[in-house]
């Protein structure tokens, strides 16, 4: 089939190479969001997806209005089979949606109708899921409600952090987009429509929403922070400063702290929950690194009446 790419971030590559490598679909061009600034200096730079599709040839299109009649009109001159989409990062409008006449198949990184919307890996780690996956369907207006055409599962592992488990769910659910399509291709598929329980929703984390809270129990705070790691990153006010912090280890048998309380000592750095107390691993100062909470809390010399908040 002639096929449109839409996608914007990493998480959308593995899907791209596969089908510019696939023997049955032809890329024909490659949808992404308008290049932002990145970097210090914060220099407008093509998304990872525009890149891809540069080193591979295919035409690439950055259109700040994809729902506009001049993109429409582009996108029918075009006329593409069938649209992939993998994170691209915009609405689409009925009209946008009616251009390809097998539709808009969207890769979507949960078991739907679990954790529809924007962050479904970051909202199963902080639920504690054990199982998730990725699921192929039929774009229709509403969010992430249409028909499905395919699933891979894929088990939650211990320690895995929104990064770990996106890159594998990236991965499989490339396979997964690539069979879709096959399917469609050859009249092999047929989408079957999502059932009408087990609907949850997953909305985008805020760096506001990412902060941590010390009062929590020490498993709900390890997987929160998981879940927001590597972005927009778990982060909390150490006295005066806002620090970002990485994956924490649950101390069960060390001895009980307050909320925010701080220990440093040869075990490491260690903070008080709601339950038990955690032990930071690495740990970003403001305008530094990530480095390890250990040395970062002896060279700031601690005095042991500093709290985290």
């Known amino acids: ?85 993998v994170a691209y990062g915009a609405l689409l409008s009925e009209a946008l949606l009616a251009v390809p006449a097998h539709g808009w198949i969207n890769l979507h990184f949960s078991l739907l109708p679990a954790w529809r919307g ?36 894929e088990t939650v592992r211990a320690g895995d952090t929104a990064g770990d488990l996106l890159g594998r769910l990236a991965d499989s659910g490339a396979g997964l987009l690539e069979a879709t399509l096959d399917g469609i291709a050859d009249a092999s598929l047929t989408p079957v429509p999502q059932p009408a329980d087990g609907i949850s929703v997953a909305p985008k984390i805020t760096v506001d929403q990412a902060r941590i809270s010390w009062d929590l129990p020490a498993h709900v705070v390890d997987r929160r922070i998981r879940a927001v790691t590597p972005n927009p990153g778990a982060w909390t006010m150490i006295g005066d400063l806002r620090v970002k912090v990485g994956p924490v280890g649950v101390a069960e048998s060390a001895p009980a702290l307050a909320p925010g309380e701080i220990v440093v000592d040869r075990s490491g750095v260690r903070i008080g929950t ?36």
């Not at 490659?30 to 600034?37: G, I, N």
């Not at 902080?126 to 395919?150: N, R």
């Not at 709601?274 to 002896?298: C, N, T």
């Open 1 to 85: 089939m002639r096929i449109v790419f839409a996608g914007t971030p990493e998480p959308a590559l593995p899907s791209l190479r596969r089908l510019i490598d696939s023997p049955h679909h032809e890329v024909i061009a490659v949808l992404t969001r308008p290049d932002a600034a990145a970097g210090r200096r914060g220099k407008p730079a093509p998304s990872p997806v525009a890149r891809l599709a540069d080193e591979a040839g295919i035409p690439v299109l950055r259109p700040s209005r994809p729902n506009g009649e001049e993109f429409i009109a582009e996108l029918t001159e075009l006329a593409p089979e069938c649209c992939a989409v």
């Open 274 to 309: 709601g339950s038990h107390p955690v032990v930071l691993g690495q740990i970003q100062p403001p305008g530094k690194k990530l480095m390890d909470a250990a040395d970062w809390a002896r060279g700031a010399r601690l005095d042991g009446t500093v709290r985290a908040s």
């Open 118 to 153: 924007a962050a479904p890996v970051q909202a199963a780690l902080a639920a504690g899921d054990t199982v998730t996956g990725a699921t192929t369907f039929l774009i229709e207006q509403s969010l992430d409600s249409g028909p499905v055409y395919g699933v891979v599962t």
